[in-house]
């Protein structure tokens, strides 16, 4: 029942993001969709006990900072 729950919200999330986003793909709307992809396929696998919980914040911490660092402008000279 919980992984139904979890694929819903995470189905939910992509239609929401696709939606309403702008055209195109900036560093922005790759951001948030590598954060949403992230989550929602590490809560499946931790769910359906693929993945440990140890695991799942280690790839939590890691998309935060892909996502963060593409964010962060590049100082130009």
């Known amino acids: ?3 139904i729950i979890v694929a819903l919200l ?11 986003k702008t055209p195109g793909f900036g560093r922005y709307n790759t ?4 954060i949403i ?9 931790l769910i359906a006990g693929l993945i440990r919980e140890q695991a ?3 790839l939590l911490m890691a998309i935060v900072g892909f ?3 593409m964010v962060v402008g590049k100082e130009r000279p």
């Open 1 to 3: 029942m919980s992984m």
């Open 10 to 20: 995470s189905g939910g999330a992509m239609l929401g993001f696709f939606l309403t």
């Open 31 to 34: 951001a948030i969709l590598a």
């Open 37 to 45: 992809l992230a989550l929602s396929f590490g809560s499946i696998g």
């Open 56 to 58: 799942f914040a280690s």
């Open 67 to 69: 996502a963060g660092g």
